[in-house]
């Protein structure tokens, strides 16, 4: 099955626009044959909560969501919902990638920082899973 993800410039640009209202266009990627699927968000901003109209193909589907910092993320969910279908959490595939909002970012926890610390200190080698569907690489 094709997966439809946001990619981080994306989601940046999710973030701001959350905090909008105009209308947008923006592109879902797979990987890693990068085919694209088109879309246009609609965004409201309200005082207190905020309405986003996704229109991907014939299809149009309202969200509405109560203004907060992590908003964007809920979005970007629905979104990849939109496409993919619904999140399964019984499918193995889609345990890898799980949904926006429920990541941590930016969190390393002390054990973590301790064991790169020892593994720096002594001259080791760590592999670090950082979530992106394509390996990093040096050019």
Do not use: W
């Not at 592109?27 to 044959?33: C, D, E, M, S």
């Amino acid at each position: 099955m094709i997966k439809y993800k946001i990619d981080n410039r994306t989601l940046q640009l999710l973030n701001a626009q959350v905090n909008l209202t105009e209308t947008f266009n923006h592109v879902l990627r797979t990987a890693p044959k990068r085919e694209c699927l088109a879309f246009r968000l609609k965004a409201e901003r309200g005082t207190e909560e905020s309405t986003f109209i996704v229109e991907l193909g014939s299809g149009r589907h309202t969200l509405t969501l109560q203004n907060e910092k992590r908003m964007h993320l809920k979005l970007a969910d629905f979104i990849e919902e939109i496409a993919n279908g619904p999140f399964d959490a019984s499918y193995s595939s889609d345990l890898v990638h799980r949904p926006h909002a429920d990541r941590q970012y930016g969190r390393f926890e002390v054990q973590d920082k301790q064991r790169v610390f020892e593994l720096v200190h002594t001259g080791g080698v760590l592999s670090l899973y950082m979530g992106f569907v394509l390996p990093l690489t040096e050019n």
